[in-house]
């Protein structure tokens, strides 16, 4: 399947930008009368019939169309703080839209080492993740947030953070409630520093650990992500 992401995608005609064009003609040697899917990111799958196909303009007919493509009855929130060396965060980003987020917030803490990021590089790596994972919902990919100031705006009933303090005994398993959202905080290298925890139990955020094992920031979103998905498949209605 030839997967494209055409977020503006309207009508009955399409046309490829030129990128998008040199990929489908000379990278996967499409040919007019070959079938396409365009996705749009929030919900839009679209059965298309390349027209024209050259390097610089590739014309599609869009045949039919599915709304909510991909839809699951819950969201999956991570708000990490990213991790010096971006690589590791960019490679997150990518498992976690592979394996089903919803959105992800980067947090800036006390003790982040990194206290800036490029969301537009990040946002590439998204929609390509989507497009492999073939998926029809692109998540939210926030800017870089202060703690205190995502502790005040979020939902504090669903929402958890993760530390190693020992009173964290309780796993996610615990709290989970299938349909609800579900919002995870996970640390950075040096993990929350004492007075954010304080914090987010004043806001009556609930601490919860991720296992016995001390992880890596990347790894520890990734297994919040993952177990997450793991609930929603267990608990989801027959």
């Known amino acids: ?36 899917y365009l996705v749009d990111g929030v919900g839009g799958r679209y059965t298309a019939v390349i027209q024209s196909a050259t390097p610089k303009k590739c014309q599609l007919q869009i045949i039919d169309k599915q709304i909510e493509f991909g839809k699951v009855p819950h969201t999956s929130h991570i708000a990490v703080a990213p991790t010096k060396n971006m690589d590791r965060m960019e490679w997150f980003v ?31 790596i998204a929609v390509s993740a ?48 299938f349909g609800q959202p579900h919002v995870i905080m996970i640390g950075p290298e040096g993990d929350f520093s004492t007075g954010e925890i304080a914090a987010a139990y004043e806001a009556g955020i609930k601490p919860v650990t991720l296992g016995q094992s001390r992880l890596r920031t990347e790894t ?17 209605p027959l």
């Open 220 to 236: 520890a979103a990734l297994v919040a992500c993952h177990t997450l998905n793991v609930l929603h498949d267990i608990y989801a």
């Open 1 to 36: 399947m030839h997967l494209f992401y055409t977020p503006d995608v309207k009508g009955e005609f399409y046309t490829l930008s030129e990128d998008e064009s040199k990929h489908c003609t000379r990278v996967l040697r499409l040919q007019q009368g070959d079938t396409v």
């Open 94 to 124: 990518e498992k976690a839209i592979e394996i089903g987020v919803s959105e992800i917030t980067f947090l800036l803490c006390e003790h982040s080492e990194r206290r800036q990021l490029r969301l537009d590089r990040l946002e590439k």
């Open 130 to 177: 989507m497009k492999q994972s073939q998926k029809g919902y692109l998540p939210l990919l926030n800017e870089m947030t202060p703690f205190h100031r995502f502790v005040q705006k979020t939902i504090p009933e669903h929402t958890y953070i993760a530390h190693l303090e020992e009173d964290a005994t309780k796993s996610i398993k615990d709290y989970y409630a």
